[in-house]
């Protein structure tokens, strides 16, 4: 198949989905063309099969704010006239949906091309419910040939939110690699991030206020009260300078560091101790599941996805959100015991291995492009 990819480039669940996926089509011979305004940042320079296409946003001074969504149409339907495409598949409904319609409808046989839509989380459950947006958004669903989100959470929260009695919506989940997310990658880093008696705890986000960061830091202060531990925050955004000033204020300044945005975290996590992620809401929780594949028990919030993900008392332990006295808890439980920690590792690996594997998951994306093309 010919396939068009777009998604936003940067550290996020969505890209990162998005690039992995294109990566795997191309290996099974399937030519790929990722389209976005700047290169995806899990996509190596090059690769088999797959071609990068940057979207080029054109400035003028009429223009408070560029018009993104005509330039992404445009790159798209230049794409597909050009080399032919089956289909283009979109990441994150906002504006991606919308600007996949109407280079369909700019093709002379619109019929040619399909759009399938994945729908990740806040295009649906946030920015696609703002009067701004919603309408559109709505449409721009309604009209894609095949829609799919990453968790059957996501799919209720579709029906919902907008009402769309009329789309279907098959829920795929999002996958993970096995080998690079491995316990196996050492502890190579962690004498590095903490001392030999220190459990290493980590969060990885892009610091959004839904991903409740203040709660992270007071979850870490009550754990350092029981045991000896450090806490890793990895990613960057609007509430770090908040995370940083709570961890002062709580007296833990100095057994908290801030990595910033990073390149691979594979190498972090299989040197942690516990994944930490307090969200308010999450439509799957890919670095949890990350975490999961790379041994570490998760702590969490009963916030949707992720308890379609984590196993409460299995692979981790799930919370009520806020709920930060019964999370220490829960999180000392855990790293005092060495059985149980190791227990959690191993089903947190099983899980993502059995469930979650590019290997399970990328040829059910396949199965559905077949479908959506009615071969
Ligand atoms: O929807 C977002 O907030 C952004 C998006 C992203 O691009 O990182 O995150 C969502 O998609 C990820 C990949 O499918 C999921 O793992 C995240 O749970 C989801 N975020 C939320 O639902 C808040």
Known sequence: MRIGISCYPTYGGSGAVATELGMRLAQRGHEVHFVSYAHPFRLPRFLRNTYFHEIEVSRYPLFEYP????????????????????????????????????????????????????????????VGQDPSYRSIVRFSIERSDGLTAVSEYLKQETFAKFGCVGCEVRVIPNFVDTEI???KRGDNLRKALANPEEKILIHISNFRPVKRVGDVVRVAARVMENLPARLIFVGDGPDRPLAEEQARSLGIGDRVLFLGKQ??????????????LLSESESFGLAALEAMASGLPVLGTRCGGLEELVDDGVAGRLLPVGAVDAMADAAVEILGDAGRWQEMGRAARAAAEERYSAERVVPRYESFYEEVLGR
């Open 181 to 183: 997310f491995s316990r």
């Open 67 to 126: 018009p993104y969504s005509l330039a992404v149409t445009v790159a798209m339907h230049e794409i597909a006239t050009q080399r032919h495409l089956d289909l283009f598949h979109v990441h994150y409904a906002v504006p991606h949906a919308t600007s996949a319609w109407l280079a369909k409808q700019m093709l002379a046989e619109p019929a040619d091309l399909k759009i399938v839509t994945t729908l990740h989380g806040t295009d649906i459950t946030l």
């Open 263 to 276: 390149e691979s975290v594979a190498e972090l996590l299989a040197c942690a101790d516990l994944f930490m």
